[in-house]
């Protein structure tokens, strides 16, 4: 069952602070709530797919469309769904398991793992909240990218992904009735572009006390 944006908003910010110590500044949630709503439509985005267990619980949930480990049949906790890879020649499609997730919070926290903390430069370039260096930064020298998008060449690839961030932004601020807001300047301006330290070392503390205003200021 997907989530409004609102309450991805919430889970998200909620999610991010326990990795990180704090909540994202708002220009930084803007582009993961973008980067989830393109890449599972914050967990909804699989129809009827996914499993169920003996409580009748559905795994699905999944924000990031985080892939699991291999092909089908597809194991217990993970379901089956079409993807596709950029060519030379033009995108081949495949079939693939993607991970299931018993609550959208398990969901979130997990594409928030995959795209920051297992790509440090990823999470540098998210606190900037600019689409192009965040997609440059998921994909990365290409051995591992986050996302392997369209187009025959890496640029048009990445280019892809900038488009989808930012398309899914203009919804998000549809969704919340926002104008691009004020904050995001102003966090720009104070150079809050640190990398976030995870919770197990101290977090730094101008990005908490940026963090925490931007979640003060748009949460419900």
Not at 33 to 50: K, V
Not at 92 to 104: D, V
Not at 117 to 139: C, F, H, M, N, S
Not at 164 to 190: C, I, T, Y
Request: proline share 8%.
């Amino acid at each position: 069952m997907g989530v409004g944006a609102s309450e991805a908003r919430a889970i998200l910010a909620r999610q991010y602070a326990a990795l990180f110590g704090a909540p994202p500044p708002w220009p930084a949630l803007r582009l993961l709530l973008a980067q989830s709503r393109g890449e599972g439509n914050d967990g909804a985005g699989w129809g009827s797919l996914g499993g169920y267990d003996a409580e009748g619980n559905h795994w699905e949930n999944n924000w990031g469309a985080v892939q699991a480990k291999m092909g089908p049949p597809c194991p217990f906790g993970t379901f089956e769904h079409g993807d596709s890879k950029p060519t030379p020649s033009g995108q081949k499609p495949f079939r693939w398991c993607f991970q299931g997730y018993l609550t959208p919070d398990d969901g979130a926290l997990d594409f928030l793992k995959h795209a920051l903390v297992y790509r440090k430069a990823a999470a540098r370039a998210v606190l900037t909240g600019d689409a192009r260096a965040y997609a440059e930064a998921l994909y990365g020298d290409g051995k591992a990218p986050y996302f392997g998008g369209y187009g025959a060449t890496v640029p048009a690839r990445i280019q892809s992904y900038v488009t989808m961030l930012e398309r899914n932004a203009a919804l998000v601020d549809k969704e919340l009735s926002l104008s691009p807001p004020e904050l995001g300047g102003a966090l720009a301006q104070a150079g809050v572009v640190t990398l976030p330290t995870a919770r197990r070392a101290p977090s730094v503390a101008l990005l908490a006390a940026a963090g925490a205003l931007a979640f003060f200021i748009f949460r419900e």
